[in-house]
């Protein structure tokens, strides 16, 4: 019965099996590693963003490329060992997003695969690439420099809610770029003035608790800091802002899309694309040292009026003339 069965089986593999050359063909698509600090349903749109980058330099997945995910579901400490996954794995390039932790994982287990990073910071004083017109090494990628933007946000944060008395600031002190977000955040905060307060927010739960904690605190309004976690909770963050009343400003305009108030930041799904639009000129012959780094430079100032008068707050015209985009 077991050999009976055993025939039955093989018999049905054939059937579905592709013939030998198109195994071949399949062997001899290039390989794409895709790692990420975040989890794949949040950013799926992003990673469609991606593809699309990759459509434009020739490339489809399942026709003349392959795309293999890592996804480290907001744990970082995973980031150095799924690198060497892909690295085993032998793939043609490495994609990093969600954040400098990725790039850094991977360029710390291969200095041969080239490699292409999506995120804020700076990538030449984090040793990423020697410089942003010549990286010079085997990664290149998309970058913005989020530090100027914190007090701008800050500060719009004051125009939509006149007479702050107290920000509370929700920042995920997990991501190894924490102490930069931190020193950019209370640097903004002196120059304007501004007091603030730390909520910190490492997991689901933490989440829950900050805004439980701010019952006793009473801000008069909230800022977001940039991370891939926080972003993967938007909706349960917005839900919560909601509930207590709360104005809160964010950096991606997904948030607002969710019902957030104001957003104020780059656009992630450009980044995205141009890193797809890298990784396919890399496997068409371009090395990544001759890449320039790409400075993001598109800037979108979103708000949601509905949220705004739910809040009862008067965005001030200036301001609705400035958006980029308004949500009746």
């Known amino acids: 019965m077991r050999r009976r069965n055993l025939l039955a089986t093989l018999a049905a593999a ?12 399949q062997l001899q698509r290039p390989v794409i ?13 992003l990673v469609a963003a991606f593809r699309e980058g990759l459509q434009e330099a020739g490339y489809v997945e ?13 744990h970082y400490d995973l980031l150095p060992e799924l690198a060497a996954d892909l690295v085993r794995r032998q793939v043609a390039v490495i994609v990093s ?24 910071g700076d990538p030449v004083g984090l040793g990423l690439v020697a410089s942003l017109d010549r990286p010079g090494g085997n990664v ?53 003035g501004q007091p ?13 608790a900050a805004f439980a904690s701010f019952a006793d605190l009473r801000p008069d309004a909230m800022l977001v800091a940039a991370d891939p976690f926080l972003y993967s909770r938007r909706n349960q963050i917005v839900r919560l ?14 948030f607002v899309l969710a019902g957030g108030l104001v957003s104020y930041g780059t656009s992630l799904a450009y980044g995205y694309r141009q890193v797809g639009l890298y990784a396919g000129r890399i496997l068409n012959g371009e ?26 707050l008067v965005v001030p015209s200036v301001l609705l003339s400035q958006a980029d985009e308004v949500i009746e």
Do not use: C
């Open 14 to 25: 054939a059937l579905i099996a592709p013939p030998a050359a198109a195994r071949a063909q």
């Open 241 to 254: 802002a909601a509930r207590q009343g709360l104005p809160a400003l964010y950096e991606q305009r997904e």
């Open 97 to 120: 997003g969600g954040g400098i932790p990725a790039a850094l994982a991977a360029k710390s287990v291969t200095r041969m695969i080239p490699i292409v990073f999506n995120g804020g």
């Open 140 to 192: 290149t990628g998309v970058t913005v420099f989020a530090a100027p933007l914190t007090a701008k946000r800050l500060g719009l944060l004051r125009d939509l809610v006149p007479n702050t008395t107290l920000v509370a600031v929700l920042l995920n002190t997990n991501n190894p770029n924490t102490a930069s977000q931190l020193t950019d955040i209370q640097e903004a905060a002196r120059s304007l």
């Open 33 to 45: 590693g895709f790692l990420h600090s975040g989890s794949p349903g949040p950013f799926a749109h």
């Open 62 to 74: 399942g026709r003349n490329v392959a795309i293999e995910f890592r996804w480290a579901e907001g």
């Open 196 to 208: 603030i307060h730390i909520s910190k927010a490492t997991t689901e739960r933490d989440v829950d």
């Open 287 to 312: 090395k990544p040292a001759d890449l320039p780094v790409v400075q993001s430079t598109k800037f979108e100032l979103v708000i949601n009026l509905r949220t705004a008068r739910a809040l009862g």
